[in-house]
């Protein structure tokens, strides 16, 4: 019998690229690749690859766990995911990471960004209409984990600190400013004062190349200087720093390994954070075949650029396996010391009921799961490090504290090409639109942004 050129693997709905019309979508291996099949009755047949490492992506199901839902939902289930979003009822993660958009306004007009932000794009939001984004999250999570604060460029919000102010007294675990950094290059004195809002507060810089001519092609002109000074200025008062890296195949992929060797010998860097380019925004026209990068192959780009990770330590997140992955190490004056390796998978699932782990050391395994919990705050996961220590004695760092753990995180955002409902279900990562409903990131930017909405509403008129 003639035989296919690729084994069929799984089906799932998925979105027209061209249209955003749900349709049907096989996923498939073939090459020792892992694609996406689909066709559109308008604009016809698509192939796109999903994934480079067919035994990785196998293995995401086992990551899988019963969902964390949030305390209260704000719209109905009308027309079927992704055209319902607000967070439905029948989504099935809450939100680990909520982001609120306090202006539309930037100080650059990044050519990657999805929000399209500017210099005379848009408008700030008002104090109050900020206050009722974050009352929002809290009336959902109650005790959210974490809250991103982001725009446009936050910073230049004339009601900045009024805002952190704010959220700092509210119930949120973790606050976080998602900046290009050009303030805190700028103004030292105002790095000062974010450092006052610790612990419990992180930045979230924007950091995508150590190259010139990179950071010309993503953000529109040479930011060298700013990301070094704005380093410089965040070592100074050790204020907890993550790198964030847009990746573009072909053009900074080749330094991941340099950035993150360079982020270990920052003191005030807590981790790295890679996300692959989203094809949204300004990146609608952006060619998904050839310049798509994908989770798999930011993963495998890590263990060859920066070999002292292996494959058991980057591992994916059980809230949303398909979507990140994490891992953990102790940073130290000689360099970084893997942690995830020590943790048995299911004991990231089973809350404690399996005890393979560490040379089976049930202690350690308990003390893992706390640590990596991303409901921590910055002092709980401090007292953690600290007594995990107990259970790992080859390692002797007695002054341990949260400035020594050190985090890489993979955060790939699903767009219109490689869509799969399957994975919105579970996206964590959230952000209140300006109807204060909570959206997952990857559909906000899709069909909830105002120049999306008429044909949102166009797409759930064909359904009904």
């Known amino acids: 019998m003639p035989t296919r050129s690729y084994t069929y693997y799984d089906f799932t709905l998925s979105l027209c690229p061209t249209c955003l019309k749900r349709i049907d979508a096989k996923i498939v291996f073939e090459e020792d690749k892992v694609f996406m099949l689909k066709r559109c009755p308008e604009h016809g047949r698509s192939k796109v690859l999903i994934a480079d490492d067919i035994e990785y992506y196998k293995n995401i199901r086992n990551y899988n766990k019963p969902s ?41 007009t990044c050519p990657t960004c999805y929000a399209s932000s500017s210099p005379g794009y848009g408008r700030h939001r008002t104090l109050d209409e900020i206050k009722k984004m974050l009352d929002t999250i809290v009336a959902n999570e109650v005790e959210p984990d974490v809250v991103q604060i982001s725009g446009g460029e936050p910073t ?80 100074e008062f050790n204020l907890s720093t993550t790198l964030v890296v847009t990746l573009e195949k072909g053009l900074n992929d080749g330094e ?17 954070t890679l996300q692959p380019t989203q094809i949204a925004g300004r990146l609608e026209d952006f060619d998904a075949q050839t310049n798509r990068i994908t989770l798999t192959e930011v993963r495998r780009k890590i263990l060859e650029q920066y070999p002292i990770f292996n494959e058991e330590d980057l591992i994916p997140v059980p809230c949303n396996p398909d979507a990140l992955v994490m891992g953990y190490a102790l940073k130290s004056d000689e360099g970084i010391l893997p942690l995830t390796r020590y943790i048995n998978p299911a004991d990231l699932l089973n809350s404690g009921k399996n005890t393979i782990v560490y040379e089976q050391d049930t202690e350690l395994h308990g003390k893992m799961l706390e640590l990596f919990s991303t409901g921590n705050s910055v002092e709980v996961a401090k007292e953690n490090l600290k007594s995990i220590m107990c259970c790992l004695p080859e390692i002797d760092a007695p002054d341990l504290g949260y400035d020594n753990l050190f985090r890489v995180i993979i955060m790939q955002f699903i767009d219109a090409y490689n869509f799969d409902v ?19 990131f990857e559909t906000m930017n899709l069909f909830y942004r105002d120049d999306k909405k008429l044909y949102l509403e166009e797409l759930r008129n064909q359904v009904l």
């Open 68 to 108: 964390e839902f949030p305390h209260k939902f704000n719209t109905t289930t009308d027309y079927g995911c992704p055209y319902d979003c607000g967070l439905c009822p029948d989504h099935e993660q809450h939100s680990c990471l909520s982001i609120i958009e306090v202006t539309d306004r930037c100080n650059l």
């Open 156 to 235: 230049i919000h004339p009601q900045f600190f009024e805002i952190l102010d704010y959220a700092k007294q509210l119930p949120i675990r973790h606050l976080m400013v998602n900046t290009n950094g050009i303030r805190i290059a700028k103004d030292i004195e105002f790095t000062r004062r974010l450092a006052s809002y610790m612990p419990d507060f992180e930045i979230y810089l924007q950091f995508d190349s150590l190259r010139p001519e990179v950071l010309e092609k993503l953000r529109g002109q040479d930011l060298t200087e700013i990301r070094r000074k704005a380093i410089d200025n965040l070592n």
């Open 256 to 272: 991941i390994g340099e950035i993150i060797d360079f982020a270990t010998r920052q003191k005030c860097v807590r981790g790295v």
């Open 422 to 440: 399957r994975s919105i279900k579970k996206s964590c990562v959230h952000i209140v639109d300006k109807n204060y409903k909570i959206i997952p």
